[in-house]
């Protein structure tokens, strides 16, 4: 049964956190000295299993879910995703993608294509090597990512590159970005610097404003405005007037887009949260575990669902910038 929340809006889209690890530390994600070598991560155990993933996945694809996203933490950290893929894959009408890293993509392409994976989000913030480096923090060059993005291409996956873009960091590299990526199939997408998590020490003035990011690109390779390709993309697209592919940009601070955000996020643990922003999930797990039939399971979500009124984007000031909030490697970005 299709569930809608308080102000109307279905769930369409699910973002399933695999694994809470990391072998990156990008500064305005994991930053090292937060996520240290005394950080403690979640044991096995206490992550949701492959059998508890698929249960959860099809209750969400029962009330309404098109899109599995798996994310984390870095996915491709997560011991036999494959399997995990294959088990999702066979879940009738679903669209299955992965957001990743690429450190280890080059390696585990053909894995991943032969699962049943149709898409792939590729995180890549700068193609100059130092600054590159500098970003993920572990000295992580790029030609590695870029091999990766190569193989994942080759096996036939549909790739999209996200760059998040940080004020003074990465944003002279903007244009060289566009550059590369123009005529190669692979749309590259801008992402404003988020004030998500609490250890990144967002401020206002290191986001880029999506709309500076269009006008750079636009002064050297002109654009145009293209219509979303569903309703609740997140991205607004444009595409090169020469015709060399399009670009994205996710302009979740400076125009929010809540009013049509139809997506639901799952912790590596099994915590169900409605928005990014939220401060408490419920617990799935807990749920799963003792015992709950299906209809039980698909119950409980719906209740969460028809209670959500989040628009924490829409509603950001200086006071819930100073709100508690969990970190995106945890619920998953
Ligand atoms: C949390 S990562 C998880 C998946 C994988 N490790 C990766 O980097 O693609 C998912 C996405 O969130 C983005 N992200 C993390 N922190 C962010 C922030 N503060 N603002 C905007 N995007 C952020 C990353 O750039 C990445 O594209
Ligand atoms: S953005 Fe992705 S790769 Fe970077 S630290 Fe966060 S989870 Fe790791």
């Not at 044991?43 to 969400?60: G, H, P, Q, T, Y």
């Not at 969460?304 to 989040?310: L, Y």
Request: with cysteine; glycine share 8%.
């Amino acid at each position: 049964m299709e569930i809608v929340d308080t102000l109307g809006r279905p769930v369409r889209d699910l973002r399933i956190s695999v694994t809470d690890r990391c072998n990156f530390r990008c500064t305005y994600c994991m930053p090292k000295s937060v996520f240290g070598r005394d950080y403690r991560f979640m044991d096995r155990k206490e992550l949701l299993s492959f059998e508890e993933i698929e249960r959860v996945a099809r209750s969400f694809v029962r009330q309404g879910v098109e899109k599995i996203r798996l994310t984390g933490g870095e996915p491709l950290l997560r011991k036999d995703l494959e399997v995990l893929i294959a088990r999702l894959a066979e879940i009738p009408g679903l669209e299955l993608t992965l957001t990743t890293n690429a450190s280890l993509l080059e390696r585990k392409a053909v894995a991943l294509r032969e699962a049943g994976l149709d898409r792939i989000n590729v995180s890549l913030d700068s193609l100059d090597d130092a600054t590159f480096r500098a970003m993920n923090d572990v000295d992580f060059p790029v030609a590695e990512v870029l091999a990766g993005i190569d193989a994942a291409a080759d096996v036939g996956l549909e790739v999209k590159v996200n760059a998040v873009v940080k004020q003074g960091v990465n944003d002279a590299g903007i244009v060289a970005m566009a550059a590369h990526f123009r005529n190669t199939g692979h749309t590259l997408r801008f992402i404003e610097f988020m004030d998500v998590g609490a250890t990144n020490g967002w401020r206002m003035d290191d986001v880029v404003p999506a709309a500076e990011i269009v006008r750079r690109i636009d002064e050297v390779f002109p654009l145009e405005p293209i219509d979303p390709a569903y309703s609740g993309e997140v991205a607004q697209r444009w595409r090169y007037r020469d015709g060399a592919g399009e670009i994205g940009v996710i302009t979740s601070v400076t125009q929010p887009f809540c009013g049509s955000c139809t997506r639901a996020r799952i912790s590596a643990e099994g915590k169900l949260y409605t928005c990014l922003f939220a401060v408490r999930g419920t617990d799935l797990r807990a749920i799963v575990r003792g015992g709950a039939t299906d209809e039980e399971l698909d119950l409980a979500i719906g209740e969460v669902w028809a209670k959500r009124s989040d628009r924490y984007s829409e509603l950001r000031s200086e006071q819930t910038v100073a709100r508690a909030r969990v970190e995106m490697s945890y619920i998953g970005g």
